[in-house]
C-alpha cells in the first residue's frame, strides 16, 4: 500500500550552492547529508511535514544524477511513494504490467529499501518506492 509521498529529489550539481535556498529562503528544517555508495550521490535532506525534501549531487563521473544533469540540467528528478512492503508492492504493479528499473529493493538512504518504477508508466515522472528501515 502506498501511504504517502515520501521524499522529492531534485538533481543539482552542487549541494553548498543550493542548500542555502532551501534552509535559509525557505526556511525548512535541514536534516543531515548523506551519501549513498549504491548510487553515486550524495545528497541533503530538508523536512517538510510528513515528507522530505532530498537535494541530490553526483559523487562520480559515472553517477546517473550527473548523467540526468547533463541531459536536461538541473531539476526536479523523482517523486518517493512510502508503502509498508516493497516486495509486495513491487509484486502488485508487475501484476498489472507496470514496467519496473528495478526488479528488487536495494539500499536507499538511511537504510532504506527502495526500488524504481520505469517512467513510461507515470508521465515520464520517474517514481521510486520507499519502505523505511523500522518497519
Ligand atoms: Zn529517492
Known amino acids: 500500500m502506498i501511504e504517502k509521498i515520501n521524499h522529492i529529489a531534485i538533481a543539482v550539481r552542487s549541494l553548498e550552492e543550493h ?3 532551501y534552509r535559509d529562503v525557505l526556511n525548512l528544517e535541514f536534516r543531515c547529508t548523506e551519501v549513498v555508495e549504491d548510487q553515486k550521490v550524495r545528497l541533503a535532506v530538508f523536512r517538510v511535514g510528513e515528507t522530505q525534501i532530498e537535494l541530490l549531487e553526483p559523487t562520480a563521473a559515472d553517477s546517473p544524477i550527473l548523467a540526468f544533469i547533463e541531459k536536461r540540467g538541473e531539476g526536479m528528478h523523482h517523486i518517493s511513494y512510502q508503502v509498508d512492503d ?3 508492492q513491487i509484486a502488485e504493479l508487475k501484476a498489472k ?6 526488479q528488487s529493493p536495494r539500499s536507499g538512504a ?3 529499501r527502495i526500488a524504481f518504477l520505469h517512467p513510461q508508466s507515470s508521465a515520464k515522472v520517474l517514481s521510486e518506492l520507499t519502505q523505511e528501515v523500522d518497519r
Do not use: A, L, N, Y
Open 86 to 88: 516493497i516486495e509486495k
Open 19 to 21: 542548500i542555502p535556498f
Open 97 to 102: 504490467q507496470v514496467r519496473m528499473i528495478d
Open 110 to 112: 538511511h537504510g532504506s
